[in-house]
């Protein structure tokens, strides 16, 4: 997995470097699967403030892309704490892999029952040509 953390109108120290690949290995379970299966993995991380005169004080931008085999998934959060704004994103993002990773099980599975149904011939209509 490659890491890639930029910073906007702030400096990234080594804290925050620290904070943010803690949060993205946190992602490790889902992301580790689709590695041993020889895929690639590549994390685009930025992290900023909006902009330098707010009234109510900072307000911290954060962004994620995730670049996996082809498939990107996106995450941005605006929050007054970065370390905030960095959890949001990881959330968001976990959601949102999750959800992709269980909508291809629950399509596969469908498809399997379809399959076995037509074989068994307890349906009468192919699902693959419409009759």
Known sequence: M???LLGKNME????IRDYVVKR???LGKLLSRIEEGKG???VNFEVGKST???KSGDIFHA???I???GKEFYGSADKEDLYEAVDAVKDSLYNEINKNKDRKKALFKRG???IKEMIKGISRKNSFTSK
């Open 2 to 4: 490659q890491i890639n």
């Open 12 to 15: 990234v120290t080594e804290a």
């Open 24 to 26: 993205v290995t946190n």
């Open 40 to 42: 690639k993995v590549m």
């Open 52 to 54: 330098n005169h707010h």
């Open 63 to 65: 962004d994620c892309l």
């Open 67 to 69: 670049k996996i085999d």
């Open 112 to 114: 399997a029952l379809k």
